[in-house]
């Protein structure tokens, strides 16, 4: 199943980056609201883990907030989309999730912290999804917890 905000609830964020952003308005049923996209993904890790490193077919268990990229943010963290209230669990490489998060947890060690910049190409492109209006690019943040 694919990771639908608040989709279970959605996945995973990034802080300090250079990107540039969209100015493109789009309406989610709501009032237009303005848009930012990072150009492409962008990985950051906080903290470095120690502990087994992810690979595509293991199982693993994040925490996580994600976020509506937003240009000029702190941490360009805009309107939170997904709270992540609970522990997610998944497959990498399944499919379940939006594929930036599912790029971007590559490589991760367990006891890491990461914040991915999803751009909407990875996320849920031109039709949006829930709270994410199309063409918006999403901010997780998310920590691993166990990979096996």
Avoid: W
Wanted: net charge neutral.
């Amino acid at each position: 199943m694919k990771l639908k905000l608040p989709l279970i609830a959605a996945f995973v964020g990034a802080l300090s980056l250079t990107a540039c952003g969209g100015g493109s308005s789009g309406d989610n049923g709501n009032t237009a609201v303005t848009v930012d996209n990072p150009s492409t993904l962008v990985i950051t890790d906080i903290t470095q883990g120690s502990g087994v490193t992810v690979a595509n077919g293991m199982s693993v268990t994040v925490t996580y907030a994600a976020y509506l990229y937003k240009v000029g943010a702190t941490e360009s963290k805009g309107k939170v989309v997904d709270p992540g209230a609970q522990p997610l669990t998944f497959t990498v490489g399944a499919g379940s999730l939006i594929p930036g998060v599912e790029q971007g947890i590559l490589g991760m060690k367990v006891g890491g912290h990461r914040q991915l910049a999803i751009p909407a190409n990875l996320a849920y492109g031109a039709t949006g999804y829930g709270a994410v209006p199309p063409n918006s690019g999403l901010l997780f943040d998310m920590t691993l917890t166990a990979a096996k």
